[in-house]
């Protein structure tokens, strides 16, 4: 499971206190695949993949692309969340990990996010049900066919993207040099976390306003709902008492949750929630070949450590390492996956390990 946006930025603003980087302006961009299928079988005369490039691309001797870097957001995100101070701030900038005068970083908004085709842009619940591997597919044709691209140096991805990014080791273990899923396991979504998703989407659909997709006015109250349940599963106890300590400061709290409940669009919610149903890499880990490291923190109650998931399931990735992050004063629960002051020097290791690996 993965937070929301704003999830997303709070761990953003964590890390921007950390320090940051000036970087390339980043450049938007739109990919419309004609006669996309989806895996329902469901079709879309056109689908809009909307992105945000930095830098430029380049290819070898042999025209192989040898710089581009896919970074995919989480449920509700877009790609715009990772040109932040505190995510690109601490990875484009010059001399860092992912520096955007040397790499092509590719960031995406998914199926169903941010300016990319969703719901909410007209077709509401009759638009096609998708699923992670729609999504994966529709990036792989924006960057091959949109982008004129042949190969990928890394793919990564937070939360929903983390997932994605096992999903691309297996569909394409040749196009990429290197994988780094951030706050996720290889495995289908059930127990609490399914759970979690399946109420968001019911108490939305029970909203009386919601009428089947079809709302003259927004289902506040599903959506709120939704959004109670979203902030006890993302966030995490200890970075929670500390930022709000009283009675009072929780209070202050609970009550701005109906503000930003209301730039929630009810039917983009239940798609984003929804198209995890079938996410299930387990099955095929054994096809991933470019190096992985897996990267989850301690206080992720999304993938709670208990579970053992990654850890067991990681033996079956040929290349692969799965790190597990302790709680620290830094870390951010689920949101830890966009704090690259915590887990970069692991990117850093992966990059070179994957040039040296020739993958």
Request: proline letters at 7%.
């Amino acid at each position: 499971m993965m937070p929301l946006s704003r999830v997303f930025s709070m761990g953003l603003m964590a890390a921007s206190l950390l320090g940051a980087a000036s970087f390339p302006a980043p450049v938007e961009g739109d990919y419309i695949a004609k006669n996309f299928k989806f895996v329902t079988g469901e079709m879309l005369p056109e689908l809009r993949i909307h992105y945000i490039t930095v830098g430029k691309p380049q290819k070898d001797a042999s025209g192989k692309t040898t710089n581009a870097v896919l970074i995919m957001h989480g449920t509700g995100g877009s790609g715009r969340a990772f040109t932040s101070d505190g995510f690109g701030g601490h990875l484009f900038g010059p001399g860092q990990t992912l520096d955007a005068t040397k790499y092509f970083i590719i960031l995406p908004d998914g199926i169903g996010h941010g300016k990319s085709s969703k719901p909410s842009d007209g077709m509401h619940m009759k638009f096609p049900k998708f699923t992670y591997d729609d999504m994966v597919k529709a990036d792989y044709l924006m960057i091959t066919e949109g982008l004129g691209l042949n190969h990928l140096r890394l793919v990564m991805g937070t939360s929903m993207g983390a997932m994605h990014t096992w999903i691309w080791g297996e569909m394409y273990p040749d196009f990429m040099d290197a994988l780094m899923p951030l706050a996720s396991n290889p495995t289908e979504i059930a127990g609490r976390n399914w759970a979690l998703r399946q109420e968001i989407i019911n108490v939305i659909e029970q909203d009386p306003d919601w009428n089947g997709g079809e709302y003259t006015k927004p289902p506040i109250h599903g959506i709120i709902a939704a959004e109670y349940i979203l902030g006890v599963m993302t966030s995490c106890p200890l970075c929670m008492q500390k930022q709000y300590p009283t009675h009072e400061a929780v209070v202050k709290m609970v009550d701005s949750i109906p503000a930003r409940a209301a730039r929630v669009d009810a039917n983009d919610m239940i798609y984003q929630y929804d198209c995890s149903r079938l996410y299930n890499p387990e099955p095929n880990l054994e096809k991933i070949k470019a190096p992985l490291i897996a990267i989850n923190s301690a206080d992720d109650q999304v993938n709670p450590p208990e579970l053992g998931i990654s850890d067991r399931l990681i033996k079956r990735v040929k290349n692969g390492k799965f790190i597990l992050l302790p709680i620290s004063d830094q870390t951010r629960g689920h949101g830890t996956h966009s704090i690259p002051a915590i887990w970069g020097k692991y990117l850093d290791e992966l990059m070179k390990e994957s040039e040296k690996s020739g993958s």
